[in-house]
Each structure stands twice: as C-alpha cells, then as structure tokens.
C-alpha cells in the first residue's frame, strides 16, 4: 500500500564513524562523519508493472519476525529543511508482500507522481537503501479469525499485497480447506502481479503441495473488458461470484474473511459481509472477518 499513512516526523541524527587515541599508531587522524541511513535495507529488485505500480524487494532484517499479513514502516530521507539543515524520516505504512518464512521482504506499491514518498519511491533502485522500522503490526492474521472452512480475501488495487503473504502461508491451508481470493483493479494490466503470483503458487514445486489445490482466483476489472467484470461489492451483493464459482453465499459458520482497500471500499465491504451475519474480528477478540484499517488514502 502507498501514501496512505505517515507517522509523525522524527528528527534523525546522523551518526559518525569513532575513532580511538592510538599513540603507538603512525597514522592518529579523526575519521570524517558519514551519514548513515537509520533503520537502512538495501533494496535488491525493482520489478515495474505498469506506469501505475511496482514492487520491490528489499534484504530482510535478521532480527526482523513478523506474522504473514502485516505491515511496516518505510520510507525514505526527506530533503533537508531549508532553516536547519535537519533531515526527517518520510515514512507510509506498507503490508508486506512476503511470507514469514522468505528471506527477503517484498513491497508492491502504487506510483503517485506527486505524492510526498512513492514520486521518489518509484525510482528506486538494486543497491539502493530504504528506511524499515522493524516493528511489523496489523489485523489482517488467520489468529485474528475464528476457525472457519473458507477463508475470502478481497482486495483493490495494491490493497493484494497482504495476501500475496497469506497466499504463500502454509498455516493458511492448515487452518482453511478453500481460500478465495477476489481482486478489482480498473484495468487488466492492473492485474498482472496477482495472476503471477496465483500462476506461480500453483506450478512452483514446494507451494503447490502446501496449497493442494486450495487457492481460487477471481479477479475483475471496472473499466476494460474482462472474463469476469465488476467491483468486489457488486459481485457479492448480487451473488455473481457465488454462482461464477459453484459455492454457497456466505455464512456465519463456514466462511471468514479479510479486507485490504481504500476507505469507501473497506466500509461497503464490511455492511456487505455483516449482512450475511459475519462479525468484525480483531487480534485480541478474533471473530469472523477482519479488515485492515491502517490505511487511507
């Protein structure tokens, strides 16, 4: 997810290499200060689907564990300010596209031309290094879902990217014996990343057997022709997507559910899903479906 949320600005120092009084050296000089990045992951690939989105992987932190589903801070230095010279940290919340088991951490990001971070985001580089706060938080967790047989994810847009960690979590299939994922973009091109990665589980060796046939993909598009068309919302309300898979409509005892989009989405979806009776979850009060709520846009 990008531009949708930043945190309050933090003065970052820069730090300086030390050095120690060595009499016996020959060569006693104080070495120069170097700037350093707080909190730097050096990114190692910049993949661009479109002139509207990117993703990106960057090297993950040792130290750095986090539950499939849930999101970072990073970010870049913002310029430094023209009174002080100081530069503060510029940072968004971003889910994490990666499992919890990969050892690299994957973004997948929209390109705001003029928005504060991804219009210098967007031009990033391998080698190149980023802020992480490596404190990952956030709702969309299978510990925060009662248990259930049918597990629904439903994205727009990069709002897929917490799912793209789900998709590729073996405890999901543990817990789940089907796992639907809806996605609306506007375009088909809009799409690619989601159909890759669904492509991808299901022809890799090792995620496969873990998925076992589990994952079912319907994606849709509001404004080019597509097999299947139509918003999120509107597929549910009208029971399309129901009829489209063979399935029955959503019920309190069988089917959970998480929700990644913008605000107006998340709302529609949510009177959508307590309409069938389904409750609101949380980590501390797990329920029936839960919605990620750090993001606006």
Request: aromatic share 8%; charged share 30%.
């Amino acid at each position: 997810m990008t531009e949708q949320m930043q945190v309050a600005d933090t003065t970052v120092t820069d730090t300086s290499a030390t050095h120690t009084a060595a009499p016996q050296a020959a060569a006693d000089v104080k070495t120069k200060a170097v700037p350093t990045l707080p909190d730097a992951a050096k990114v190692t690939e910049v993949k661009h689907w479109n002139d509207r989105l990117f993703s990106f992987k960057v090297e993950r932190p040792q130290t750095l564990r986090f539950r499939s589903g849930e999101f970072v801070m990073i970010g870049l230095m913002n310029d430094p300010d023209p009174k002080t010279g100081k530069q503060k940290p510029l940072l968004r919340a971003y889910s994490i596209a990666s499992p919890s088991w990969d050892e690299e951490l994957e973004f997948y990001s929209i390109k705001v031309q003029d928005g504060p971070l991804t219009s210098r985001l967007q031009h990033i580089q391998p080698g190149d290094e980023i802020i992480l706060r490596p404190k990952p938080v956030g709702t969309l967790v299978v510990d925060a879902l009662l248990p259930g047989k049918r597990l629904w994810m439903f994205a727009t847009g990069t709002g897929i990217a917490p799912f793209a960690s789900l998709m590729r979590e073996p405890e999901v299939y543990e817990k789940f014996e089907e796992v639907i994922l809806m996605h609306t973009c506007r375009e088909v091109s809009e799409l690619e990343y989601g159909r890759q990665l669904v492509e991808h589980i299901k022809s890799d060796e090792i995620l496969s057997e873990i998925e076992d046939g589990k994952l079912r993909y319907y994606p849709t598009t509001t404004r080019e022709a597509f097999h299947h068309k139509g918003r999120v919302t509107d597929n549910l309300a009208s029971g399309k997507v129901f009829e489209d898979l063979g399935i029955p409509p959503l019920c309190p005892e069988n089917d959970r559910g998480m929700v990644c989009g913008n605000l107006a989405f998340n709302k529609d979806i949510m009177k959508i899903l307590d309409g069938f009776g389904l409750r609101e979850g949380a980590n501390s009060e797990p329920k029936e479906y839960v919605v990620e709520k750090a993001f606006v846009d």
